[in-house]
């Protein structure tokens, strides 16, 4: 059965959502309040709110589930677990340290279709020139670099 747990962060400015099957995290989003359930707010959901808060909450500890994902989508989320907080990498630099030099555009894509933000941390993830791109908009991951203490240098100001 899958519960969903909504909060506001004032951080972001927007509500977030997380669902989870069996106390494994399924899917993170923005948008609308939706349904709150007490019981899913327990563990991961309380976590990402304190995280959201600026609080130093290692949301690498929660099973995620990314069984729907291939092989190579998987490695890729996967190892973007291990960037610590305060940390980056590069596309191109995580391509590398997968074996596969020359597909920067596919760890792009794979990260554009995690379905777990935050619990994946893919906004650690830029480009070699700049921030690169996110699935909630570079505003978000500017602000959750901030909030790491991460923002590469020049990318602290607005676009």
């Excluded at 972001?12 to 609308?32: I, N, P, Y």
């Excluded at 709150?36 to 589930?65: H, M, P, W």
């Excluded at 990314?66 to 989320?77: C, D, G, H, K, T």
């Excluded at 941390?121 to 602000?143: E, N, Q, T, Y």
Aim: glycine fraction near 10%.
């Amino acid at each position: 059965m899958t519960e969903t747990a909504c909060f506001y962060s004032e951080y972001l400015g927007r509500f977030v959502s997380v669902a989870l099957s069996d106390d494994v995290v399924c899917q993170v989003a923005l948008g609308a309040a939706g349904s709150f359930n007490a019981r899913a707010t327990a563990a991961a959901a309380k976590a990402l709110e304190s995280y959201l808060r600026g609080e130093n909450v290692d949301l690498g500890i929660f099973q995620v589930n990314l069984r729907n994902r291939s092989a190579f989508e998987r490695a890729v989320l996967q190892s973007v677990r291990a960037i610590p907080r305060g940390s980056t990498a590069t596309y191109s630099g995580l391509a590398a340290r997968l074996g596969k030099p020359k597909a920067a555009r596919a760890v792009g894509n794979a990260l554009h279709h995690n379905p777990v933000p935050l619990f994946v941390p893919c906004h650690r993830v830029v480009a070699a020139s700049g921030l690169g791109g996110f699935s909630w908009g570079v505003d978000i991951k500017r602000k959750l670099l901030l909030l790491e203490g991460a923002c590469p240098q020049g990318a602290e100001d607005p676009l």
